[in-house]
């Protein structure tokens, strides 16, 4: 009777661990799902900003270089040097407020994974538990 028994332990012992393959495979599959859909959305949010970016770079220069041209014929019988010094050091403070907003940026953290780590952790504290 024990050879009987047996079989059926191992038997039920393979189907466990099959099983628990299985739902590990599951979670893992669905964590990358997760990870790639996270990927894919801020590949497409870069996108949008970097054209965006573009876009608004290229408008504020016409209307800068046009507001440039303005005052500089306002000015340019009595007061040109002053009009274009005064010009100039508007440049060089959008300039370097620009590169200090930045450098400001640049260094904050990405967010980028960061609902697929809090999932990964979840995943972590379950089966710790």
């Known amino acids: 009777m024990q050879n ?13 661990l099959r099983s628990l393959v299985t739902t590990l495979v599951a979670i893992a599959a669905t964590r990358l799902e997760i990870l790639i859909s996270e990927f894919e959305l801020e590949k497409l949010r870069l996108a949008r900003m970097l054209v965006l970016g573009m876009a608004a770079v290229f408008f504020a220069a016409m209307a800068l270089i046009f507001l440039s041209l303005l005052v500089l014929m306002l000015f340019w019988d009595e007061h040109r040097l002053a009009a274009l010094g005064g010009i100039s050091a508007f440049y060089v403070a959008l300039t370097a407020g620009t590169a200090w907003w930045l ?17 990964l952790r979840k995943d972590q504290l379950e089966l710790e538990t």
């Open 103 to 119: 450098r400001r940026d640049m260094r904050r953290k990405s967010r980028l994974f960061s609902v697929s780590l809090g999932e």
């Open 4 to 16: 009987d028994t047996e079989p059926q332990e191992r038997r039920g012992l393979l189907a466990s």
